[in-house]
């Protein structure tokens, strides 16, 4: 399987107003090629604004890198899965426990190296643990063999568009986030809010991915909005070339975030097949 | 023989009119650069003209013109609508570097035909799309703008045409603008085409502007070089 | 390959003589074709219409053969001469007289601010209804007349009617285009095919457009059913259904107010200076005749005609300057302007007919021999050279009039020169008439 992969941060023109910095981080981690069937993990993660989570950006970050080291390593194994069970039960049972346990650890060890200033502990509420500082979502998506396994924490969007039309979300949808409202990594129950998924790419041949921090979601008119974005991005594939799209993509995070759309920090990562899906 | 009044009173002449909004949606991207722009606006400042005959012969409607302007975003280049006869054309130009993003621009054309906005007299608009290139629109922006113009009875009602410049960019996204399997994309394949295209535009922008007119036929008559070919007749293959 | 039209330089071929027809530069250009300049071999200018690639062709070809067969009805008609031909291009044409660029839109001409004089626009008015009445009189309707088709000089209230390729016999379906605001309502149902009663409803709002400024039958409940609003938007195709098909209203019916023009529509200042008997002429095609499809409910050319020719006549002016209407019937009516009684003017008297005689006003050879010489000028009325407030009638033929004035003796007024309006008899040529004061 032959996939590109193009990423895009942009700063939203409301945190830059704030003087804060883009809160967002994108990742990967293999080689979107794949050759020789290896894993592919890609994740995107929106620190969260609020004062009260001061080093965001850096919890962003962190989550990214730590979701697509353990994604690759975890799931490596798991490209002869003969159904969805036994992906998702590595998720939830070994993935998911890992990147909450690396995560605070990999802030505990930025916590170390750089301790809290007095500037910093103002914005601090009473009782909160360090890790909040650094709280974010995060939105992960595994390629492994014929299996696409996805998780999430948080607001955000994933977007798949298969070779025939239909466009789809992978994760299932968490009734508890709406407007301004999160779940977070830095949670004491962060694996109660995961919702995860794992797709058998032979059944629904997937021809793009997307994931996106909310800033992309909340910057579009239309609801739902997931139909003519899919539409538009299949179109693109076959009229514009992949090529293309990832001139593009920095242009179409920059709108999101932009006043025109939502003035948030907008990551996009786009994933797009290059050939037919092979039969293994 | 002369008929000699004299200077007497008379009452005040003129007839009421309803306004027909005619829009054009000009693309000022980087691409239109030199030529292909100086065309565009000698074409615009040329069919003015016809628009100003048509409004004469008939009694009904009096054309009120606009244009917007659009590349990355979209701008007003007339923002109060002018009656055509007194409309002199100053010229746009292009952005350099500018994209062409036409789901803003449709979206700012629906602001002006908002039911608070249109006068509820007014016929149903005309609007004229001109691009020389594919919408560069980020995904879902087009369609975004398009329908939050088709979600008014005026922009449904609207007659809508579109002139692409180059062949490269009659697109399946302006077919969706214009709404209408029946009438097709005028496609000026040299600069020196781009009047005679927006010629065409405008005048069967005002016919189809007509009440109760057939507006399939008008377009099949005045859009199409040659009337749609009728298909072939069946082949008899029971003989071999 | 050949082309679709004809370009300037060609020559095409008229389909009967053969002849050649140049083409020149384009005139216009339509939903059906492009009209050029051309001119025939002895230099005389026409237009050439040229049809664009349509599916009827072979009918609409016929149909113009049809007419090109038959003498045209009527001076004002830009009938269409011979069908043309040419190797070069697809498709066909017909060539027809050049209307002189004195010619202009009715529509334009009553839209302008400045208003026809009531003269012009009356006798423009009687043209109309003439050219209507030979049209009929030569078994052949109107499919669609509208406004479009109307040209005028606003200087000699000559008519010009252009696009006459859709005048036939038969009463065939006339949506195709979509002059629906003239059409009856008889027709606009689908209850009948065009014929000469549906043109007669046709004539009439052409002819209240001319004088009134306006369509008859839209006024304030047409607007109230105007909008672009979510709920309240009708197409235009329904409501014309609606407003001029299903249920018209006269915007002036005297029962029923409810479609009467909005405050500071024209309309409303225009129609109470005409005199009654047009008001009547107009009232009863637009209240009975609406409903009443016969020339018992219409008003019928000939009327119109007559009725145009009066109100030519009986156009004075009052002397806070404003053009009015003296009318024999309603002999105190206060001027529109000052709102003054303005004092009865002179009146020749001729042949049962009455003329004002104010400053503009002709008698034409119509008056003398009451045929349809209207453009033959007998006499005009001007102001006196040298009194001021005198007006004196203009002797314009190649004859001498004998004038008998009361208590003096019979004198002769020779070509070219000017009589002093006063009472008395005169003798045009053998026709008796009588000034008197009104």
Redesign the interface.
């Given at each position: 399987m032959d996939w590109h992969l193009f990423t895009a941060s942009i700063q939203g023109t409301a945190h830059r107003a704030a003087a804060l910095p883009n809160q967002d981080a994108v990742g990967s981690r293999g080689d979107p090629a794949q050759a020789g069937g290896a894993p592919l993990a890609v994740a995107v993660a929106d620190g969260h604004g609020d004062p009260r989570h001061f080093r965001s950006g850096r919890g962003s970050q962190l989550a990214v890198d730590v979701a697509c080291e353990l994604g690759c390593e975890v799931l490596a194994g798991m490209g002869g899965a003969a159904g969805p069970d036994p992906v998702r039960a590595q998720l939830a049972q070994r993935l998911l426990p890992g990147i909450v346990h690396g995560w605070r650890a990999a802030v505990a060890e930025d916590l170390d190296h750089r301790p809290f200033s007095a500037e910093e502990l103002r914005h601090r509420h009473p009782g909160d643990d360090a890790v909040v500082a650094y709280g974010t979502t995060l939105l992960l998506a595994v390629f492994i063999g014929r299996w696409l396994a996805v998780a999430q924490i948080g607001d955000g969007d994933m977007l798949l568009v298969e070779a025939g039309g239909r466009v789809a979300v992978p994760v299932p949808p968490d009734p508890s986030l709406h407007g301004r409202f999160t779940t977070s990594l830095c949670q004491d129950d962060a694996l109660a809010h995961f919702r995860v998924g794992a797709l058998d790419l032979d059944q629904a041949p997937a021809e793009v991915l997307l994931l996106a921090t909310d800033g992309f979601g909340n910057a579009q008119a239309t609801e739902p909005w997931q139909p003519g974005v899919g539409a538009d991005l299949l179109a693109f594939v076959r009229d514009r070339g992949i090529d293309w799209m990832g001139e593009q993509l920095p242009s179409w995070a920059a709108r999101c975030a932009s006043a025109e759309g939502s003035g948030d920090d907008t990551t996009l990562a786009l994933l797009v097949r290059s050939a037919p899906p092979l039969r293994p | 023989?002369?008929?000699?009044?004299?200077?007497?009173?008379?009452?005040?002449?003129?007839?009421?009119?309803?306004p027909l909004h005619f829009i054009v949606m000009a693309d000022c991207s980087g691409s239109m650069a030199g030529e292909k722009m100086q065309a565009l606006n000698f074409a615009i400042a040329e069919m003015l003209p016809?628009l100003v005959?048509w409004e004469?012969?008939?009694?009904?409607a009096q054309i009120l013109f606009r244009a917007v302007a659009f590349a990355d975003t979209p701008r007003w280049h007339i923002e109060e609508p002018v009656p055509v006869a007194q409309l002199r054309w100053k010229p746009l130009h292009h952005v350099e570097r500018g994209r062409t993003n036409m789901g803003p621009a449709f979206r700012m054309v629906a602001e002006a035909?908002a039911?608070d906005r249109?006068e509820?007299?007014?016929?149903?608009p005309a609007l004229l799309l001109v691009t020389d290139g594919l919408p560069t629109d980020p995904p879902g922006q087009f369609g975004a703008g398009l329908s939050a113009l088709l979600a008014?009875?005026?922009g449904r009602?609207a007659v809508r045409l579109a002139v692409a410049i180059g062949r490269d960019a009659d697109s399946e996204a302006l077919n969706r603008f214009i709404g209408d399997p029946q009438v097709p994309v005028l496609v000026a394949d040299s600069t020196d085409e781009i009047a005679d295209r927006l010629?065409t535009a405008s005048?069967a922008l005002s016919?189809m502007s007509?009440?109760?007119?057939?507006r399939d036929?008008?377009a099949?008559?005045?859009l199409r070089?040659?009337?749609p070919k009728s298909p072939p007749s069946a082949v008899d293959d029971s003989i071999v | 390959m050949t082309a679709?039209f004809p370009e300037r330089g060609d020559t095409v071929r008229m389909v009967r003589g053969g002849a050649a027809v140049g083409v020149g530069s384009r005139i216009?250009?339509?939903?059906?074709g492009v009209v050029f300049r051309g001119m025939l071999v002895n230099g005389s200018p026409v237009a050439v219409k040229w049809y664009?690639?349509?599916?009827h062709v072979a009918q609409l070809r016929a149909a113009i053969a049809g007419l090109v067969a038959r003498p045209r009805p009527h001076p004002a008609f830009a009938w269409p001469l011979d069908l043309v031909e040419s190797d070069r291009v697809t498709g066909f044409g017909y060539v027809m007289p050049l209307l002189a660029p004195r010619f202009?839109?009715l529509?334009?001409v009553?839209?302008?601010?400045?208003?026809?004089?009531?003269?012009?626009a009356a006798?423009i008015g009687r043209r109309i209804a003439d050219a209507f009445a030979n049209l009929h009189a030569a078994g052949l309707c109107y499919r669609d007349i509208?406004?479009?088709n109307l040209l005028v000089d606003p200087?000699?209230?000559e008519i010009a009617i252009v696009d006459n390729d859709n005048v036939g016999t038969d009463g065939s379906a006339v949506?195709?285009?979509?002059?629906?605001?003239f059409m009856a309502p008889e027709v606009l149902r689908d209850e009948v095919p065009p014929s000469t009663v549906s043109d007669l409803h046709s004539l009439a709002v052409i002819l209240f457009?001319l004088l009134v400024?306006?369509h008859p039958l839209e006024g304030q409940r047409t607007?109230a059913s105007?909008?672009?609003?979510?709920d309240g938007?009708v197409?235009?195709?329904r409501l014309?259904l609606q407003h001029f098909g299903l249920s018209p209203l006269f915007v002036f019916d005297s029962s029923d107010s409810s479609n009467a023009p909005v405050p500071g529509?024209?309309r409303l200042?225009?129609w109470p200076?005409y005199p009654r008997f047009l008001r009547d002429l107009f009232t009863r095609t637009f209240t009975v005749g609406l409903a009443d499809a016969s020339l018992g409910g219409r008003v019928t050319e000939g009327v119109w005609r007559r009725a145009m020719t009066r109100l030519q006549d009986s156009v004075a002016?009052c002397p806070?300057?404003?053009?009015v209407f003296w009318d024999a019937d309603e002999p105190g009516r206060a001027c529109?302007?000052c709102h003054a009684v303005p004092p009865a003017p002179p009146l020749l008297e001729v042949n049962r007919q009455i003329v004002v005689l104010s400053?503009?006003a002709?008698v034409s050879g119509a008056h003398l021999r009451r045929d349809r010489d209207w453009?033959?000028?007998v006499a005009?009325v001007e102001?006196h050279p040298t009194q001021p407030g005198q007006l004196v009638l203009h002797n314009l033929t190649t004859e001498s009039w004998t004038v008998e004035p009361p208590g003096e003796e019979s004198r002769q007024v020779a070509p070219g020169q000017r009589l002093r309006v006063r009472p008395l008899l005169i003798d045009f040529g053998g026709v008796r008439a009588a000034i008197r004061d009104g």
């Open positions: - | 023989m002369t008929i000699s009044q004299g200077a007497t009173i008379m009452p005040g002449g003129g007839i009421s009119r309803r016809n005959a004469q012969e008939q009694e009904k035909l039911p249109l509820r007299r007014a016929l149903q008014l009875p005026a009602a010629a005048i016919r007509e009440v109760g007119v057939d036929a008008l099949t008559q005045l070089a040659a009337p | 679709a216009a250009e339509g939903g059906q664009r690639p349509l599916p202009r839109p529509a334009q009553i839209g302008a601010t400045d208003p026809l004089p009531f003269r012009t006798s509208s406004l479009g200087d000699t209230g949506f195709v285009k979509g002059t629906l605001r457009f400024h306006g607007e105007y909008g672009w609003g979510e938007h197409s235009e195709t014309a529509d024209l200042i225009w200076i002016t806070c300057g404003a053009s529109w302007h400053p503009g002709v453009d033959t000028a005009r102001p």
